[in-house]
């Protein structure tokens, strides 16, 4: 049994390639597919069957276009209720894959009708376990994306999931697909990304604590869901990955500032210190990166018009990509030339904590991280709004210069973009939170009073 691992961290996932030397099963196909069927094509093997986990929540499926373009069968829980054809699959199920035997089991608690797909090579012993979103390196995934008022339940359900799937041989090998990045994982995952069963058994949370307070524990410990993630269960159902994608149009500086002011979301790809020396006034800066399709699904308004923007053509491309593996479309693309042949231009300054400590006195410090981060530390007197919050509140900050910062300077530039496209008089910190200490400034640990 050979198993090839796709990262693909654009969405914080791997999928896998899982053959005999001869046929192979691909578990959780991202809508880009091509990885797989290069890793396919090298290893020399032919594509028979497809099969995905679950209905996911975080991405477009691409199984179904995989599995109809190399006529494979493609697998998923006949407990799902989805608008195409498959082979549905249900607990206890026996599946062989050239020299392989699947045996598939019900792991509910990601989602209601989650499976793990135990694969077997009768010849060497070998066993590899495919577990989605089910028992993962170091935690599980999150019993929340179904819906947040089931989570305790599902939660519970991922406690016995968890446990079922450790009962199998030790030595098998686990090949989750969520906790790579992405936000599906209930909690950060082992640093080494790859074990066996038995290396779970002595550390996973779900196996060594019981369950009602690995329950209480796992639910306390949520952040926020992105806002895209609501349509991804819906357009899976109904194979929206397996349609093709439209190539966007490539657009004048003209048109770009005409989108501007229809309120249409042009995002700059450029570095965060790149974009604030000069940019067109009005775009939204995220650097292309592997978080740039996960923050600008969940930025931008669903279905509204997405114009992306750069100096780099491969930029432009990987962008669009991205954005297509979560369901966005692209309108409209522009390469931009040197900044000063730019018809309209702003900037804004770019400092470290040094600067800040400096010359921030009198200022308004904005904390754009998430609610846990801030809570374990964070300055005194700083406002605290998370980023996919911050649209709706920058109109209740304080009036006067804003200093703005996160714990890399990722999301602390979406969010100085965002005020500045508002007119307001931004510094982005471009520092590491870390870095804070060597300055001596004061740090408030806990909920505030």
Same mark, same amino acid.
């Given at each position: 049994?050979?198993?090839i ?34 890793a ?110 089931l ?80 349509r ?33 979301w042009v ?14 006034t ?6 292309? &990166?592997?978080?740039? *399709?996960?923050? %600008?699904?969940? +930025? #931008?308004?669903? =279905?509204? @018009?997405? !114009?992306l /923007?750069? $100096?780099s ?40 904590w040094a ?25 005194p ?27 890399? &300077?990722?999301?602390? *530039?979406i969010? %100085?973009s965002? +005020? #500045?496209?508002? =007119?307001? @008089?931004? !510094?982005? /910190?471009? $520092? ?18």
């Amino acid at each position: 049994m050979h198993v090839i691992a796709v990262d693909v961290p654009e969405l914080g996932n791997r999928a896998h390639l899982v053959h005999d030397g001869a046929r192979a099963l691909v578990v959780d196909a991202p809508r880009d597919w091509r990885p797989l069927e290069l890793a396919a094509e090298s290893a020399g093997v032919d594509i028979v069957a497809v099969a995905d986990t679950h209905v996911h929540n975080d991405y477009l499926s691409g199984g179904l276009g995989l599995a109809t373009r190399h006529r494979a069968d493609y697998w998923l829980s006949g407990d799902e209720r989805v608008q195409f054809d498959r082979l549905p699959t249900h607990d206890g199920d026996l599946l062989d894959v050239g020299r392989l035997r699947v045996r598939v089991l019900s792991t509910p608690g990601h989602t209601l009708h989650h499976q793990t797909f135990v694969v077997g090579d009768p010849r060497s012993g070998e066993t590899g376990v495919f577990s989605g979103g089910s028992l993962l390196h170091g935690t599980v995934g999150r019993t929340d994306l179904v819906d947040p008022l089931l989570s305790r339940m599902m939660g519970r359900a991922q406690w016995e999931s968890a446990r079922k799937v450790a009962s199998l041989d030790a030595a098998a090998t686990l090949h989750p697909t969520h906790g790579f990045g992405g936000m599906c994982a209930a909690t950060a995952t082992s640093p080494v990304g790859q074990g066996t069963v038995g290396d779970e058994r002595g550390l996973n949370p779900a196996l060594v604590t019981p369950r009602d307070r690995f329950v209480e524990e796992l639910v306390a410990g949520f952040g926020p869901v992105p806002s895209y993630y609501r349509r991804m269960g819906r357009l899976n159902r109904a194979g929206a990955g397996a349609a093709a994608t439209l190539p966007p149009t490539e657009i004048t500086e003209n048109d770009v500032l005409d989108a501007v002011r229809r309120g249409s979301w042009v995002i700059d790809l450029r570095p965060r210190a790149t974009f604030a020396r000069a940019h067109l006034t009005g775009s939204i800066n995220i650097e292309d &990166g592997p978080l740039f *399709a996960q923050y %600008a699904a969940w +930025l #931008a308004p669903w =279905g509204g @018009d997405i !114009v992306l /923007i750069s $100096d780099s053509a491969d930029d432009l491309s990987s962008g669009v990509h991205d954005l297509a593996q979560v369901g966005v479309q692209v309108r409209a693309t522009h390469l931009l030339g040197p900044a000063s042949t730019w018809f309209d231009s702003h900037d804004y300054r770019v400092a470290d904590w040094a600067t800040y400590a400096r010359s921030a006195r009198g200022s308004v410090t904005l904390d754009v991280r998430l609610d846990a981060e801030y809570h374990d530390a964070h300055l005194p007197e700083s406002f605290h709004v998370p980023l996919h919050e911050l649209e709706g509140a920058a109109s209740r900050l304080p009036d006067g210069q804003v200093w703005v910062h996160c714990k890399s &300077g990722f999301r602390a *530039a979406i969010a %100085a973009s965002l +005020l #500045a496209r508002a =007119g307001r @008089d931004v !510094v982005l /910190i471009a $520092d590491d939170w870390e870095k804070i200490a060597d300055q001596g400034l004061p740090v408030l640990r806990g909920r505030a009073a």
